[in-house]
């Protein structure tokens, strides 16, 4: 039996941490650290209804916090975790912020950009494309978006009544 996480592992456990706190405020749980020789340098979850914010979702709140950390807007050798695979917006920006690499916990067929509907991460004809691992502990991230629509359903049928 294998009990030693993976670094990949390791991050995305703390990616599912931000996650967490967004289900906490009654968001959609899905949360992103980015990570530069070893150490997390940008954490953020989404707060796009807490905030009434379009752009408040959780990797660019952790990119803007990493380029503040780093004091620059190129990222060039972070590795971005997210629980869930990046939709254009946020596909868009790891581009811009050069991320060197992506890992994903579970696709997005509905919305997803790093895969599912189109891959925006590496499209040869922009200048930057970001390598991508998808998959890395994508039981448990899956799980949590599943749970919490779960929850938000019963909760609003509970309030029909």
Known sequence: MRTKLTEDERFMK????????????????????????GKIIGRGYNRRTTDKNTLAHAELLAIKRASKKMGDWRLEDCT????????????????????????????????????????????????????????????????LMKEFFK????KQKENKR
Do not use: D
């Open 80 to 143: 971005m975790y997210v629980t869930l695979e990046p939709c254009q917006m946020c596909s868009g920006a790891i581009i811009q912020a050069r991320i060197k690499r992506v890992v994903v916990g579970c696709m997005n067929p509905k919305a997803g950009c790093a895969g599912s509907i189109l891959n925006l991460l590496q499209m040869e004809e922009f200048n930057h494309q970001a390598e991508l691992e998808t998959g890395v502990l994508e039981e448990e991230c899956s799980l």
């Open 14 to 37: 703390e990616a599912v941490k931000q996650a967490k706190k967004a289900w906490k405020i009654e968001e959609v749980p899905i949360g992103c650290v980015i990570v530069y020789e």
């Open 151 to 154: 929850e938000l359903r019963k």
